[in-house]
């Protein structure tokens, strides 16, 4: 670990836990908030550089900079939650029950809520209020849809000027069938029959039990793992949550869903740079293991490669034109993907490669029968 990496983690350790920073070294403030921006958390250092005395206090510029970042982000969130409150007000005016996902929901167990940085907000309202969600929330101010139909993908997307609003009829989408099945009775029990009821403005607004709430934020962290990188911000998500809900977990619950999806090796490796990194005490980090420094040492040199949503995945995007070319390209891509993977984690890789292959061949056997029913 550089110097700068080792700044980096005693100053993102006192944001989250809210704990006095001592760094003796000199400080190359460029070089840690580089590498804060590029894990989404320069406005959590921010919070605590601004209030560091010494030598080691940053430069005005700097300084500048850092309350400029804050201000803007304590902007963005007062928007946000201007735009939430008008929505939930509407759809439980029209007895629909939304579930606020990520977001706000996270930002609450922060110590300065106000510091964690997101851009959008993400409702839940489920299969059978999906439709009639999505319309009434277009009747908001401002509130127009882009990209997506009401048809297609997990989430209708609803922009509110440059606050996108994500309205989901599922909290994942998954592709295996008996994952699926496994995850939609996770989502089940932690969406719809325990949710927790919390003082929101003026509001009383819904978010996932607990457990849900734990699993959820490491599966969202799992998945941009897989696909579009994941940061700190994302680890820090997960530490903090599980910290807040120290002592109040099911533990066998959130056991089962963890085996269940088959995620202990990247539940426990995750945990491993949580403990190793973020400090948090091993007895608030279940199902700690010890013995996965190994693969965590290789998890850690890919989050920091990555960043939070910024790997840049060449072969994927770089495509010929043809569909026998392009099928050629996606089944390449299966094994590609499955070399990075299995890299860290063997077993997931390989489950993850046999549902591509599911996926891919049901695909092309169903555009061949349609092609040879047209012929006929």
């Given at each position: 670990m550089s110097v700068t990496e080792a700044q980096y983690f005693a100053l993102l350790r006192s944001a989250l836990w809210d704990t006095p920073v001592a760094i003796e070294e000199e400080v190359d403030w460029d070089a840690v908030m580089q590498l804060a921006k590029h894990h989404?958390?320069?406005?959590?250092?921010?919070?605590?550089?601004?209030?560091?005395?010494?030598?080691?206090?940053?430069?005005?510029?700097?300084?500048?900079?850092?309350?400029?970042?804050?201000?803007?982000?304590?902007?963005?969130?007062?928007?946000?939650?201007?735009?939430?409150?008008?929505?939930?007000?509407?759809l439980q005016g029209h007895d629909i029950e939304p579930v606020l996902l990520k977001g706000f929901s996270l930002a609450m167990l922060y110590p300065n809520p106000s510091l964690r940085q997101f851009g959008d907000i993400d409702l839940y309202v489920g299969l059978e209020n999906f439709h009639k969600a999505c319309k009434l929330l277009c009747t908001l101010p401002g509130g127009y849809n882009w990209r997506e139909e009401e048809d297609s993908g997990r989430h209708y997307n609803i922009e509110f000027g440059h606050y996108p609003m994500e309205v989901h009829r599922v909290s994942a989408d998954l592709k295996g069938h008996k994952e699926k099945s496994v995850y939609e009775s996770i989502e089940r029990n932690g969406l719809f029959e325990e949710p927790q009821r919390v003082d929101f403005e003026s509001l009383q607004l819904l978010i996932p039990s607990k457990e849900f709430m734990v699993f959820y934020t490491f599966f969202h962290a799992w998945n941009h793992f897989l696909t579009t990188g994941v940061g700190w911000r994302q680890i820090s998500d997960l530490a903090v949550t599980l910290h807040?809900?120290?002592?109040?977990?099911?533990?066998?619950?959130?056991?089962?869903?963890?085996?269940?999806?088959?995620?202990?090796?990247?539940?426990?490796?995750?945990?491993?740079?949580?403990?190793?990194?973020?400090?948090?005490?091993?007895d608030e980090m279940p199902f700690y293991e010890p013995s996965c420094r190994r693969r965590a040492n290789k998890l850690y040199c890919r989050v920091m490669a990555e960043g939070n949503f910024r790997r840049t995945n060449r072969f994927k995007h770089n495509k010929q034109?043809?569909?026998?070319?392009?099928?050629?390209?996606?089944?390449?891509?299966?094994?590609?993907?499955?070399?990075?993977?299995?890299?860290?984690?063997?077993?997931?890789?390989?489950?993850?490669?046999?549902?591509?292959?599911?996926?891919?061949?049901?695909?092309?056997?169903?555009?061949?029968?349609?092609?040879?029913?047209?012929?006929?």
């Open positions: 989404t958390t320069n406005v959590l250092l921010s919070g605590v550089a601004s209030q560091i005395t010494g030598n080691n206090r940053p430069s005005d510029s700097m300084l500048g900079e850092m309350q400029s970042a804050m201000r803007l982000n304590l902007m963005n969130q007062l928007q946000l939650r201007r735009i939430l409150t008008s929505a939930v007000k509407l807040a809900y120290q002592g109040q977990l099911d533990l066998n619950k959130l056991y089962n869903w963890i085996i269940s999806m088959h995620l202990l090796k990247p539940w426990q490796t995750f945990g491993f740079l949580i403990v190793d990194n973020l400090g948090m005490p091993v034109k043809g569909a026998g070319i392009n099928h050629l390209h996606s089944f390449i891509g299966i094994f590609v993907s499955f070399f990075q993977l299995a890299a860290i984690f063997p077993g997931q890789a390989f489950r993850k490669m046999i549902t591509s292959l599911k996926i891919g061949f049901g695909k092309n056997f169903k555009k061949n029968e349609f092609f040879a029913h047209r012929m006929n």
